[in-house]
C-alpha cells in the first residue's frame, strides 16, 4: 500500500539539495563572507584586540577613517537601461600596462602581523588578479623576498626617511629587483596620533605581558601560527644595526617619528626624480594646488590619500578631491583614488568621476587576517565581481563609458 506522504516527500526530493560537508575550515569560514565587511568581521574574530586594532584604526576621534568610506554614499548612480550589457568590460591600462580592473593595491605596513605569509601572500594574490602590488618601506618582507614569489608589477612605497643613504639603497635594491614604480608617501612629516594604538601600547614586534597571553588564549590560531613563524622585523631594514627597529620591539610612534624627515619638501621630489629610473606616484596629496605642484615637478601620478585616516584627523575623503582634481590636471597625470574602497561599485564611482583607478589597502588587510591568501583572493574577486554587476546595472560596458553622466548628488533626507 502506498504511502500517503509520498508525494510530499517526492517534492522535497526535487527541491531540497544538501550541500556538501567542507573539512577545510577557511574555505568554509570564506564562504561566509559576502562583502569586505564580511572579511573584516571575520578578522575581528580571529585575530588579537591588539593586532585588529592596529589594521582597523586610525587617527585621533576616527572621523576621516568613517568619512573615506561614507563619502561615497555621497554620489548615486544614474542608471540606463535597455542597453546591451551581455559583454561587459572592466579591463584599463595604467603607466601603458594593461589592467584587468582598475585597482591597484596599496602598501601597508607590518603585513605579518595579519597572517604568516605578509606580504607574500598579498603580492601572490595580486599577481593571479594581473594587478600591482605595492611593498611598503615598513613591509615585514623585504623587496628581495617579494620578487622572489612574483612574476606581477610590483611598486615600492617610499618613507623620506633621515637617512638618505638608506633610501638610496632601498632604490636601488628596488630598481635591481624589477620593480616598476616607486610611490613616495608625502603626508607624515610627523606621524598622526593612532589612539588605539596608544592604549594598547603597540609594538612591533608585540611585547609579551599578561594582556598578550589573555588574548592568545582567546584567539589560539592566531597565536599557534605566530609561535611557528620567524620573528617580525622591518625586513627592508635589517642589517642597519640594533637602533634601527629592524631585530627589536620598538614603540611605533617614538621610532617612526624618529625616523620621518620634517624637512620634507618639493625639492626632494626632484631628488627622487634623480635616483629612480622607473615611474613616480606621490602619495597623499589633498589639496588641488598640491596637485598642480605636483604636476609641475614631472610627476606620473599623484594618488589622492589621507593615509587611510591615520595622519590628520578632518582631512578630505579622497574620492570627493576626484572631480576638482582631475579638472585641474586631468591628462597630464595619472589620479589614483586611494581611500574607503569597499565594493566594485566604489571603482566605479570613482573612474567616473575621474580618477584613472583606486588603490586599496585595509580591504585586503582585513581578507588576509580573515583567510591568509585565499582571503585576499577572495576580496580582489568580490571588488572585482562587483565592478562589473554595477557596470551592467548602469548600462555601461567599458572603463571607457564611465563619466560623471552616470552620477548625481545623493539627495538629502
Not at 627589536?248 to 621630489?269: C, G, K, R
Amino acid at each position: 500500500m502506498p504511502c500517503q506522504n509520498e508525494p510530499m516527500i517526492e517534492t522535497l526530493r526535487s527541491v531540497i539539495r544538501f550541500r556538501p560537508v567542507e573539512l577545510d575550515g577557511t574555505v568554509r569560514r570564506l564562504s561566509r563572507a559576502a562583502n569586505i565587511e564580511d572579511l573584516r568581521r571575520l578578522a575581528k574574530r580571529r585575530l588579537p584586540a591588539g593586532v585588529f586594532d592596529y589594521i582597523d584604526g586610525a587617527a585621533e576621534d576616527e572621523r576621516t577613517l568613517a568619512d573615506n568610506t561614507e563619502a561615497f554614499a555621497r554620489y548615486s548612480f544614474v542608471p540606463r537601461v535597455l542597453r546591451d550589457v551581455s559583454e561587459v568590460d572592466t579591463s584599463t591600462s595604467l603607466f601603458g600596462k594593461p589592467l584587468p580592473l582598475p585597482l591597484v593595491l596599496s602598501p601597508t605596513g607590518f603585513s605579518r602581523i595579519a597572517d604568516p605569509q605578509g606580504e607574500l601572500a598579498v603580492a601572490r594574490a595580486a599577481r593571479r588578479a594581473g594587478l600591482p602590488y605595492t611593498l611598503s618601506t615598513m613591509a615585514t618582507r623585504s623587496i628581495e623576498e617579494v620578487r622572489a614569489v612574483s612574476e606581477g608589477d610590483l611598486w615600492f612605497q617610499v618613507y623620506v626617511w633621515r637617512d638618505r643613504g638608506l633610501v638610496r639603497d632601498m632604490l636601488a635594491r628596488a630598481a635591481a629587483a624589477g620593480y616598476s614604480t616607486i610611490a613616495i608617501t608625502v603626508d607624515t612629516a610627523v606621524l598622526g596620533r593612532r589612539e588605539r594604538d596608544v592604549r594598547r601600547g603597540f609594538s612591533l614586534p608585540p611585547k609579551i605581558g599578561l594582556d598578550t597571553i589573555i588574548e592568545g588564549i582567546r584567539k589560539p590560531a592566531w597565536t599557534a601560527a605566530f609561535m611557528r613563524s620567524e620573528p617580525i622585523r622591518f625586513a627592508n631594514m635589517s642589517g642597519r644595526g640594533a637602533e634601527d627597529g629592524a631585530n627589536t620591539a620598538v614603540n611605533l610612534s617614538e621610532y617612526i617619528n624618529s625616523q620621518f624627515d620634517p624637512s620634507l619638501s618639493w625639492a626632494d621630489i626632484d631628488w627622487f626624480r634623480a635616483q629612480w629610473p622607473g615611474k613616480v606616484v606621490i602619495k597623499g596629496i589633498q589639496s588641488v594646488a598640491d596637485a598642480r605642484i605636483a604636476v609641475d615637478h614631472g610627476v606620473d601620478a599623484i594618488a589622492l590619500s589621507n593615509h587611510g585616516g591615520r595622519q590628520l584627523d578632518g582631512a578630505p575623503a579622497p574620492i570627493d578631491l576626484v572631480a576638482p582634481v582631475a579638472d585641474a590636471v586631468g591628462g597630464r597625470v595619472a589620479i589614483l583614488c586611494d581611500g574607503g574602497v569597499r565594493r566594485g561599485s566604489d571603482i566605479v564611482k570613482a573612474v567616473a568621476l575621474g580618477a584613472d583607478a583606486c588603490m586599496i589597502g585595509r580591504s585586503y588587510l582585513y581578507a588576509l587576517g580573515a583567510g591568509g591568501e585565499r582571503g585576499v583572493d577572495q576580496a580582489l574577486r568580490l571588488l572585482a565581481e562587483g565592478m562589473r554587476r554595477t557596470m551592467a546595472l548602469s548600462g555601461v560596458t567599458s572603463v571607457k563609458e564611465l563619466d560623471r553622466d552616470l552620477l548625481a548628488p545623493t539627495p538629502s533626507r
